[in-house]
Each structure stands twice: as C-alpha cells, then as structure tokens.
C-alpha cells in the first residue's frame, strides 16, 4: 500500500513536472518575445536621440565657423571701405583679415570692372588693368600669400558669390564651388557688399570656407560605424555627399537644417546596423533559454526523483518536532511548578523559572523539605539540547536520591559525582550544581558549591543592612569531572526576611545583538533596584527576566537561563493546610503563554477557597490572564503577576508591564443577539463583570494593573 501510494505521489509529480516545464518554456518565449521588441523600441529611441544629439552638435559647430566667416566678411568689407580708394591697403587688410582666422582659407576682395585701370601697384610695381581682385591665402599656418588674382582670365564677375554680394546688402552663401585661383580647393563662399564714400557699392569681399575643413567638422556624425552623413546646401547641392545606397536594404534617416545657412545634415544608419547588437544578444538569448529549459527538465527529473526521499524526511523531521516538544513538556514537568510550594510553611516563599536555549536544555533546579529542613539545588549542564536534558534529569533524580537519607550537602554532591564520572559519561559532559540544605526555624544554611556560580543573598532591609553580597563559595570542581575529589562544605545564617537568589551563567552571559553580555554588575544593579520594591521570590525573578528582555532585544538566546530564589519570612510556626476562609496572601507568576492557563487552577486550589466559588473564580481568572496575554504582549514574551489578598473578600491583582490596554473600557455585548449577529469579541470580560462584584483598571509605574474583587459570604 505504501509502495501504491508513493507510485501515485511519482505520476503526479511527473504530470506536474512535465505542465511547469511547458509552462515555463511558454513563458520564457513570450518574456523573450516582450524583451526583444521593448529593445527594439529602446534601441530606436536612442538612436534618434543619438543622431539628434550629434546633429545639433554638428549643427553648432558649423554655425560657429559660418558666424566666424561671415564676422570676417564684414571686418574685412569696413578694413576695405575705410580705403577703399587705396588698392595696396586693400591687399594689407586682406593679409590681416586672414590671420585672424582659425582654419587655413582665403579671403578676397573684388572691385567692379575698371575701378583701378591704369594704377600701378606699389608693392609688385604691376599696372593694374580692367579686374582687380585683392586676395589673401593661408595654406599652412606659418605660409599667407597676398597677391592680385583679378584678370580678364579670371573674371569673378561671373561668380555667384560676386553677383549675389553686389546685389544683396549682407552676407551671402553661395553653392559649392572650384576656387582655382584663390583657396585652389572645393570650397563654399560667403559675399559681402563694399561701399564708397557715397555709398556705392564698388567691391564684393569674398571669404571661403573648404568642402574639406566642413567635412572634418563633421566626422562625429558617423554615429555608429557603419553610418553614412551628408550635408547639403538650401537648394539640395552636396557639400558633403551621401555614399551609395545599397538598393533593398533599410536605412534610418534623421535630419537637421543648419540655420545661419540653409543647409541640411543628415545621418544615415542602415537598419542591421542598429540592431547589430540586439539581433547578437537575441542569439545568445535563444542558446541560453535552450540551455535553461534543458537544465530545467533536469533539475524536475532529479526533483521527482528525490521526491519520495523529500517527503519521508519531512515526515522524520516533523516526527522529531514532535518528540521534541513532548520532551519539552516532560522536562518540565519534572520540575517543581506548584508556587508558593509549601501552604503548610508561610515562612517560606519560593519560586523558580527555567528558559531553555532550544527545545530541550540542560538547566535544572529543584527543592523539597525534609524534616524541616529545605533542601535545594540549582545545576547547568554543560552543552545544550536533547544530551544535556538527558544529563539534566539524571541529575535531577540523583539529588532527590541521595538527598533523601543523606543531611551533608557535601556528601550528597560527592556521591552525585561519582556516580556522573562513571563510565556511562562517553561525552565527557559536567554539571555545575549548587546545593544547599536550609533549616526553616533557625535560618542555618549549609552549602557546597560545585563549580556552579555563586548566588545573591538578598539582605533583609529592616535590620539596616543596605547591600546584597555574593555568597563566598570555595571553587569546588564541578560534577563528572574527576572521580574520588573531595567537596568542601560551608555554612552560613540567613536571617528572616533574606532572599537568596540563585542563577546559572545563561543570566550573566545573555547577549544583545551587538554581543554585550549582561554581566553580574548588571544584575547585581538590579538586585539593588528591586530590592526595595519586590516582596516575593516571584517578583525579583519577574523584575530580573524583564530586564534581560529588554537588554537581548531581538537578539537570539544563546545559553538556557535558569532563575531561583528562596525568601524566608518570619519564624512563624508550621502550620497546617489553611481552612476555606483563612485570611492570607498569595502570588503567582505566568509566562505570557497560554499553555500555562491550567496552572490557575492548581493555584486557585492551594488558595482554599469556598467550594461553590472555585469554578467561577477560576473562570474568571482565566479570562481575565488570557485577554492579558493576548493584548498585552503583542507576538513578544513577558510575565504575569497574580496576586491574592483574602479577608473577608478575594481581591485579585493581575499586572504586566506590556502595552497599555483597559479592558473595562469595552462595552458588554448584546446577550440578546444570535451567534451570527453578534460581533466577535467582549463575551470574555463581560464574564468577568458577571462572576466578580467588582473589577477596575489602573495604569501605574508604566505596568497594567487589573483589580477584581469578590465579597466572601462568611
């Protein structure tokens, strides 16, 4: 049957394993798909983005040389028109406008027909004839040459640039042209008017800008490197012409008019130019989708494979959970949880707390009076977990044994040693134990210490003794060290109204989060603190858990903590069970968990209460500590106090130092309503209201405090 169902777990992961394999592969060619096309867009935005970019920087390159060139035209016309009359000083400024250019040009300028006929040139000596045409090169940056080019072979007459400057009255861009005579080169030129004393235009100056130096300008525009770029003049002449065009293949072409001068830019991208490196990550896309689907069928195939394995070790590990937290539970069942312990004994009040580091721990502590005296031990195993638990209830039942028909406390922890250094101990694991034996009618207390830390006796302030003082303890090695070692007893007094507190080093040693540990400084500052303000062994362990909560924070538990305290009151006699109306004061101290609410009960009991009144206040008092916990101590640990005084009424105290919350602030519920009508909620504390005679709440020295009061009918 087994082997049937696990055939039937395999078909379907196989079915599952073969949809998600297809689904995936549906969804990583759609992702592909949807990637591809949003690059493509992206792609395209950019390079427009691009191309307008470079063009507009192209753009403002050329507009810069044309406004330089047409700023040289028109000092070159004033130079000119200011001797005008003077044609050696024409050919000087022409020289002087030249060197005042960047790039390697020519600059001209051309009077009408017979303006100088018959005038001889100073500096050549030549007989100028009908054309005059002064005329400056740079060809280089160290070589200008000035001469007179105008002849009736060179007629610049004819030119554009000669007609349109003398006909328009600013500067002139002309097409493309051969300058044979002057730059010598391909170049584009720019006209402006000269004028006479009187106003007449008589010359045109004539500056040239070379095809060559436009075409270095713009280099930049070859955007991407197989690109093509072109600039043409207004009328659609190439200054810069476009190569050819392969016929069939798609090209992408952006534009941008120049406006000092008319012409047009353009940038050409073939179409497989821009997607070149998109169409090459597609491929390596496609290869790595192949690859992943292929792993993928792999990775199901061993997953299907190991399924059954999976599943039977998530049974195992819940089986383990389990056994775990059973194992918890009788851990601490074996230890003492019945507070106050002893209702036939008022003066003595004690109360002990274990936290365990994990699921199970190795800390104990345990007591139990014989023959009126209080025998008593706290002990750390060391290690943490299920072998030091193991450890832990040996102990445990090693005290109880001995301590039984033994009274020297150094006797009891010899023999507990010989028997943890036997041979059953493999791991080498140790105790370190503290214990005592307390006579209750003197105070006498004997003690062996061994290797445990040293506890707090609490002095009793009424004799004007201020401090706490740490318990001289002789280092003593611990339990399962060393077979045959001799412990050393030693005694002391504690007087009535002393509180001995005993700890293990999970107290000193927590650590926060920034690994500070908190010490015994720390705790012995809180001993002083408390001191004053406690009145029960339950509240100084209260006060001491709230102050490692808080110095931890959310830091982990690093070591089990174990907290134990004893109080001796008064010398009053033992006295018997007290009768159902004894007056008297009690307390008890709960973990915010609401796996301890049956512990209420067994306390209600010891309380000796009416027998007609132990059901009501017991449900009464579980309502009220269960709303506490759940609105208190909102996903976070903390402790109830409940606290007794019984007279001739039953006053409960219920306080915690969570948030605040006052649950006699919530209206009663409409009794009268159906389950279905009724809200959720409020049912709890109006039992409360219904069960007590009275029930208040108070927010005091940051604590929540719940007062519920019953009359007791005598």
């Not at 920087?57 to 040389?65: F, M, Q």
């Not at 009145?535 to 982990?556: D, K, R, Y």
Request: hydrophobic share 40%; net charge negative.
């Amino acid at each position: 049957m087994k082997s049937e169902s696990t055939s039937t777990i395999s078909r379907k992961g196989t079915r599952s394993g073969l949809w998600i394999i297809f689904v995936a592969a549906a969804l990583l060619e759609l992702i592909t798909c949807i990637m591809y096309f949003t690059s493509r867009a992206a792609i395209r935005m950019e390079a427009e983005q691009r191309a307008q970019t470079e063009l507009r920087r192209a753009e403002l390159e050329i507009e810069v040389h044309a406004i330089e060139t047409e700023t040289a035209a028109k000092a070159l016309a004033k130079l000119a028109e200011k001797q005008v009359d003077q044609p050696d000083s024409v050919l000087a400024a022409t020289r002087l406008a030249v060197q005042t250019l960047r790039a390697n040009t020519s600059m001209a300028v051309a009077y009408v027909p017979d303006y100088f006929k018959g005038e001889r040139l100073k500096v050549t000596g030549e007989r100028i004839g009908s054309f005059f045409e002064a005329c400056s090169s740079r060809f280089s940056e160290d070589s200008i040459y000035t001469r007179q080019i105008g002849s009736a072979a060179h007629d610049y007459t004819q030119m554009e640039w000669w007609q349109n400057g003398f006909k328009h009255d600013s500067c002139w861009w002309c097409e493309p042209y051969l300058d044979d005579s002057g730059s010598q080169t391909y170049v584009v030129s720019c006209s402006y008017p000269v004028r006479d004393g009187k106003g007449k235009v008589v010359a045109v100056v004539c500056v040239d800008l070379s095809l060559s130096d436009l075409k270095n300008l713009s280099e930049y525009l070859q955007v991407y490197p197989n690109s093509y770029y072109s600039i043409r003049s207004s009328t659609g002449v190439d200054i810069v012409p476009v190569p050819d065009t392969v016929a069939g293949r798609k090209y992408n072409i952006f534009r941008e008019e120049v406006d000092a001068t008319g012409w047009h830019l353009e940038i050409i991208i073939p179409e497989e130019e821009l997607f070149r490196d998109l169409n090459h990550t597609g491929l390596i896309v496609t290869i790595l989708m192949l690859v992943g689907l292929v792993m993928l069928v792999l990775i199901m195939w061993y997953a299907g494979a190991n399924n059954k394995r999976l599943i039977e070790s998530i049974s195992r590990n819940q089986s383990m959970e389990n056994e775990l937290n059973i194992a918890r539970q009788i851990q601490m069942a074996m230890l003492p949880n019945r507070f106050p312990p002893f209702p036939d004994y008022p003066n003595l009040n004690a109360y002990g707390e274990v936290i365990p580091a994990k699921e199970v721990g190795g800390d104990l502590y345990d007591f139990y009076i014989r023959e009126g005296r209080l025998f008593f031990c706290v002990g750390d195993v060391s290690g943490k977990g299920v072998p030091a638990s193991i450890v832990m209830a040996m102990t445990r039942s090693l005290f109880r044994s001995f301590s039984c028909y033994m009274d020297s406390p150094a006797q009891i922890v010899k023999q507990m040693n010989e028997s943890l250094s036997g041979e059953g101990n493999d791991q080498s694991m140790f105790v370190t134990l503290f214990l005592g034996v307390l006579d209750l009618s003197t105070g006498e207390l004997q003690y062996c210490n061994a290797g445990h830390n040293a506890p707090i006796q609490i002095k009793n302030e009424k004799l004007k003794i201020k401090n706490s003082e740490i318990l001289s303890c002789v280092p003593n090695l611990p339990l399962g060290v060393l077979a045959g070692f001799e412990f050393k007893e030693q005694e002391t007094k504690v007087a009535f109204g002393d509180t001995l507190f005993l700890y293990t080093d999970g107290l000193t040693e927590a650590e926060n989060s920034d690994h500070a540990q908190f010490g015994e400084e720390r705790m012995m500052s809180i001993v002083e603190s408390q001191k004053s303000k406690v009145e029960s062994p339950q509240e100084l362990i209260a006060a001491m858990q709230q102050a490692v909560a808080e110095f931890v924070g959310s830091a982990e538990q690093s070591d089990d903590l174990t907290m134990f305290a004893i109080r001796l009151i008064d010398k009053s006699p033992v006295t018997n069970h007290p009768s159902p109306l004894t007056s008297g004061r009690y307390s008890l101290v709960m973990r915010n968990d609401i796996q301890q609410i049956p512990t209420l009960a067994e306390w209600i009991e010891m309380i000796g209460l009416p027998e007609e009144l132990n059901m009501p206040i017991n449900l009464a008092l579980e309502e009220a500590v269960s709303n506490v916990m759940l609105y208190a101590y909102p996903g976070k640990s903390g402790q109830v106090l409940i606290e007794c005084t019984k007279s001739d009424k039953l006053v409960f105290t219920i306080s915690d130092s969570g948030i605040p919350f006052d649950p006699t602030q919530q209206e009663d519920p409409d009794v009268t309503q159906s389950v279905d009508e009724r809200p959720i909620g409020g049912l709890g504390i109006y039992l409360v209201r219904q069960i007590m005679d009275d029930i208040r709440y108070e927010r005091k020295n940051e604590k929540n405090i719940l007062t519920l009061t019953k009359t007791l009918n005598h």
